[in-house]
């Protein structure tokens, strides 16, 4: 257990999770006085980012900032409002399913959220929308940015768990669309309860067929790398390249809003969060690898076993467990430390490793809206300028719905195995 208390201590005093876990793992190596475990931490390193499958990490995050700056977010908006922005609460609608479209290729919650916080609270409540319900709505729907595909949270699960990232987009697509129903649904209730303002639609604008148009191309990028992935033409880095290139052309050539000027900064900043992310998936496999010489994952095994040997409860625990862990830590320090501890119990319980990833990136979520930390609320209050009392209490519909949705998920692993089982046989 000595390198689990030595990474919550670190964890606890502040330092960087990505260190933490070095350090954990360094101080049980040397605890033990395994030499040979020390001196071959950096082969361990160099193993894990070897794999090409993380190449597609840095270029599905170029493919969301180039689209960002090239004015697709706001062309989603005016497509989306064409469709649904004539029924009560129409707004709402509107920042739900933009976000649902931009989810498939902004890939982070964060992101998806600060971008949408900026430009559809004001506009929401200029249209009579309460401020707090407005920014509610928008949080939601950044939820759905790491289940869509092509999502950054299922690629780092497949690097760590060793699975298929094309079953794995598969495998998120029913869930993703299940919880935007069941947000729809939510809107829907408060949009009767509270009598939201019915305003947009396809009457309200001067140019439907461009709006369309509009929002259509963009559109076209994510069901591309999907499709390319899928049919075994392109594996997810060479679709990601593929879809790096259309979101240029657009953004420069089509919408003419991306300059080259532009790039420099795009790119910086891909560097930098992909350097984040690279190093924690580092770092967290030499700390699994010593959680294993510690025996730390049969011991795991045990104790669930001693717990309970229901399949149901047990997911029910690892959400639990997961949630609670993503109330203090952000969505992909909870996946990579979180997995290679768990994936050795999957089998005791019969659990398909694609069914547990669907989960675990559901799970992972809910911290993003919740306190003390939840990044979801910050980044929206910041915006907004909101209290966080009343910004919860505006989220609280959604989440219910969200854990309504994870618990079906659990119960019915064929929401997230049945589209896997159809495409790729």
Not at 138 to 144: D, F, K, R
Not at 247 to 272: M, T
Not at 321 to 333: D, Y
Not at 409 to 416: D, K, Q, R, V, Y
């Amino acid at each position: 257990m000595l390198t689990l208390i030595g990474f919550f201590v670190a964890l606890f005093i502040g330092v960087p999770i990505f260190i933490s876990l070095l350090l954990a793992s360094i101080i049980f190596m040397v605890e033990n006085g395994n030499q040979l475990l020390l001196s071959s931490i950096t082969i361990q390193m160099d193993g894990v980012l070897n794999q090409s499958g993380l190449l597609a990490i840095p270029l599905f995050m170029l493919v969301g900032e180039l689209m960002n700056k090239g004015g697709l977010t706001k062309k989603l908006i005016a497509c989306a409002d064409l469709f649904v922005g004539g029924f009560r609460g129409g707004l709402a609608y509107v920042n739900l399913f933009t976000n649902a479209m931009a989810a498939s290729i902004l890939g982070s919650a964060t992101a998806q959220i600060s971008i949408m916080s900026k430009l559809m609270i004001p506009t929401m409540v200029e249209k009579g929308y309460d401020k707090n319900f407005s920014a509610a709505v928008t949080i939601a729907g950044g939820l759905l940015s790491p289940i869509i595909p092509p999502s950054m949270l299922m690629i780092i699960y497949s690097v760590i768990a060793y699975q298929p990232v094309a079953v794995l987009f598969l495998a998120g697509t029913l869930p993703g669309f299940l919880i935007i129903f069941s947000f729809a649904l939510v809107i829907m209730i408060i949009g009767l309860v509270k009598g939201l303002p019915k305003d947009g639609g396809y009457a309200t604008h001067e140019s439907p067929k461009a709006d369309f148009i509009g929002g259509l191309l963009p559109g076209c990028i994510p069901l591309s790398i999907i499709i390319l992935i899928l049919s075994g033409v392109m594996t997810p880095t060479e679709a990601g390249a593929v879809a790096s290139v259309l979101s240029f052309a657009i953004g420069s050539f089509v919408y003419k809003e991306l300059k080259f000027s532009d790039l420099p900064g795009i790119l910086v900043r891909v560097a930098k969060s992909t350097a984040v992310i690279t190093g924690l998936i580092a770092a967290a496999s030499v700390f699994g690898w010593s959680l294993t010489f510690e025996g730390i994952p049969d011991q795991i095994v045990t104790f669930m076993a001693s717990l309970t040997e229901s399949k149901i409860v047990f997911l029910m625990l690892i959400y639990l467990l997961v949630i609670l862990l993503g109330m203090f830590l952000e969505s992909i320090s909870v996946m990579i430390v979180i997995v290679p501890l768990l994936l050795p119990v999957l089998k005791t319980f019969g659990i398909d490793p694609i069914h547990f990833g669907v989960m675990i990136s559901l799970a992972t979520l809910v911290g993003l809206v919740t306190p003390p930390v939840g990044p979801g609320l910050f980044i929206a209050m910041a915006i907004a300028k909101l209290q966080i009392i009343p910004l919860f209490r505006a989220i609280l519909p959604f989440l219910f719905a969200m854990l309504v949705s994870m618990i079906l998920i659990a119960f019915i692993p064929e929401l997230s195995l049945w589209l896997p089982s159809v495409f790729l046989k």
